[in-house]
């Protein structure tokens, strides 16, 4: 499978990765050939791209950290717990209880995976944004734990406070959160109190540690102090918050909101890496270089040497050169595999483009 852009989408083409519309209902099933009607409904949905099978994309599989249906299944619990809201009966316990079941599973499944390399889908289902977004910086902080060497009762606990950082957006008006144009400093002042209420919800509503609480609170806190809401400095920014920080600002880029489209997983890497020691802790940044791949499997990328070329596998030593399909854009069906990371010929071809 190979990740193709909307605006290169052609009638035809076989869908690779189920698609999902709004409310988690299934769209496109994957194995069906697109038609114009689809591509026009994707465009409006706001996807940035599909994953498609091909003959240069043949034997390409991109492995998910958690399979897609443990996401969804996340997804519509963030979703409940959010319209339950403050309610303490009977019924929201077992729900908090199911969504700890459900943090704990994924914890397990990221915790016994022996992959090196996260691959981030470059496909985002169209899930409520805050919902979905819950549940992909949950993967991605556990992710960044696990590569910080975290123990399993430790990045259980950083699963929880990723999973719960954005819980105090459900007592912020709708029109603040989904508005198109920016905010207004009024608007963003009620913004800003996400933090602390998801804090205190955290605290007396779903019971939780003190550590998860503060990764909660923290969560908007950078790392050269000009962050909120307590302008906290460098280490004393709880640890749990300043891996939230940069798990939270990568999804985001990465996603389609109501004021811009989604961008590829690059720039949000980018972003990260060129904000390192002003919005993020450096020795967070150097953990997110070492476990998420710019180049994710099944991206198609620009070669210097005038080639393109599918990622076939990224090597966890040596993220910014995979081991590529390389072929002539002219002519796709004649290709060659390329480990960007290995030979002197392969190391004189870079990365141009995508
Ligand atoms: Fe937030």
Aim: proline letters at 3%; a negative charge; charged letters at 25%.
């Amino acid at each position: 499978m190979r990740f193709v852009r909307i605006g290169e989408l052609h009638t035809g083409m076989v869908i690779a990765k189920a698609i999902y519309g709004l409310r988690g209902v299934l769209i496109l099933r994957e194995g069906r050939a697109l038609g114009a009607r689809h591509i026009e409904a994707l465009t409006e949905l706001g996807y940035p791209g599909i994953y498609i099978h091909d003959l240069i994309s043949d034997g390409i599989e991109l492995e998910e950290i958690v399979d897609e249906q443990t996401r969804h299944n996340a997804i519509s619990m963030v979703k409940n717990l959010y319209k339950a809201g403050e309610l303490t009966t009977t019924r929201t316990q077992i729900m908090h209880r199911e969504m700890e079941d459900l943090i704990n599973e994924i914890v397990s499944s990221i915790f016994e995976s022996d992959a090196a390399v996260v691959n981030v889908p470059l496909l985002k289902s169209y899930d409520e944004y805050t919902y979905r977004h819950s549940v992909d910086v949950g993967v991605l902080s556990v992710a960044l734990g696990k590569s910080m060497g975290f123990t399993r009762e430790k990045l259980l606990d950083l699963g929880k406070a990723a999973f719960f950082h954005d819980m105090g957006k459900m007592f912020i008006p709708q029109t603040i959160l989904n508005k198109a144009d920016k905010l207004t400093e009024d608007e963003f002042v009620i913004m800003k109190k996400h933090s602390q209420m998801g804090h205190d919800f955290v605290e007396k509503v779903l019971l939780q540690k003190s550590s998860i609480m503060r990764g909660v609170l923290h969560h908007h806190e950078r790392f050269d102090g000009s962050g909120y809401p307590h302008g906290l400095k460098g280490v004393m920014i709880p640890q749990f918050a300043r891996i939230i920080a940069a798990a939270d600002v990568f999804d985001a880029i990465s996603s389609t909101r109501p004021y811009k489209v989604a961008q590829l997983a690059t720039e949000g890497y980018e972003y990260i890496l060129g904000n390192s020691g002003s919005h993020f802790d450096p020795e967070i940044v150097d953990i997110f270089y070492k476990t998420i791949a710019p180049f994710p499997v099944g991206m198609t990328v620009k070669l210097s040497n005038g080639l393109n070329g599918v990622v076939v596998k990224n090597n966890a030593n040596f993220m910014s050169r995979p081991l590529v399909r390389a072929f002539e854009p002219e002519n796709p069906s004649v290709f060659e595999m390329i480990d960007l990371s290995k030979g002197a010929a392969a190391l004189d071809i870079t990365i141009v483009g995508n």
